[in-house]
């Protein structure tokens, strides 16, 4: 069982992402389980005040560190965290070994930013790892906090059936998945590959493996040089 705590200024970003789908099997499976913490709850006056201006001047509003604090602390009582982790795209870039790495673990807290950024003392003092999604700049953290659950949700073992396993996923060996078909055999005259309706199992793997072989070569030449190696 996991158990993932986000802290985030928008709760209604991430709530439909997470809750279809796969991520709604794991989590009535009690495989996963999702909290949202809007972090305005812990945040100061009237207008539980989360952000202010940066020390320094420059346009743009900065996350504080004391709801941060607050929040995070509340959480602790009752859990021990294996990571807390800051979404932001100076971060190191996601893939699937990271994926799979937190996968493992039982409890993370995953922190978005928003604004122009989160006050540095955040990260020094709490924050125990960094990801992005990828070179290019979203609004906040929260849609790439979603694709960072996605990721995880769907490795957690008895999530996934046989049929959509992960071990068959794209990257998971350094491989790009092979093409896939389904009925009719034969549509406008565009045929199925005659070996996949050969029923001849052993044939069918080495065509998917020289598949995902081509397939890597041709469009991540970059993932071969690992391939083999374990
Ligand atoms: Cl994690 N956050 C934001 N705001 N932008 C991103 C990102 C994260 N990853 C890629 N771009």
Redesign the pocket.
């Known amino acids: 069982m996991l158990k993932i705590d986000i802290i985030t200024v928008l709760p209604e970003l991430l709530e439909s992402p997470l809750g279809h789908s796969i991520m709604k099997r794991a989590k009535e499976k009690g495989i996963l389980h999702i909290n949202l913490h809007d972090l305005r709850d812990y945040g100061k006056g009237k207008h539980r005040q989360v952000d202010d201006y940066q020390f320094g001047g420059g346009a743009g509003m900065v996350m504080q560190i004391e709801p941060v604090d607050n929040c995070i602390k509340s959480l602790k009582e009752n859990t021990k965290y294996d990571e807390i982790i800051y979404?932001?795209?100076d971060?190191q870039q996601l893939n699937q070994g990271i994926a799979n790495e937190l996968s493992l673990h039982e409890n993370l807290i995953i922190l978005c930013?928003h604004y122009k950024g989160i006050d540095e003392r955040i990260r020094e003092h709490f924050i125990t790892k960094e990801?992005?999604?990828?070179?290019?700049?979203?609004?906040?953290?929260e849609l790439?906090?979603a694709v960072l659950v996605d990721s995880i949700g769907r490795l957690l073992p008895g999530v996934l059936n046989d049929e959509t396993s992960a071990l068959f996923d794209s990257f998971q060996d350094d491989l790009l998945a092979p093409p896939v078909y389904s009925r009719p055999s034969n549509y406008n005259g565009w045929e199925v590959p005659p070996v996949l309706l050969s029923g001849n199992d052993k044939a069918i793997e080495d065509w998917r493996y020289q598949k995902s072989l081509e397939r890597t070569k041709t469009r991540r030449p970059d993932l071969l040089k690992n391939v083999g190696d374990e």
């Open positions: 979404m932001t795209p971060g930013g990801i992005s999604i990828g070179d290019y700049v979203l609004s906040g953290g790439a906090a």
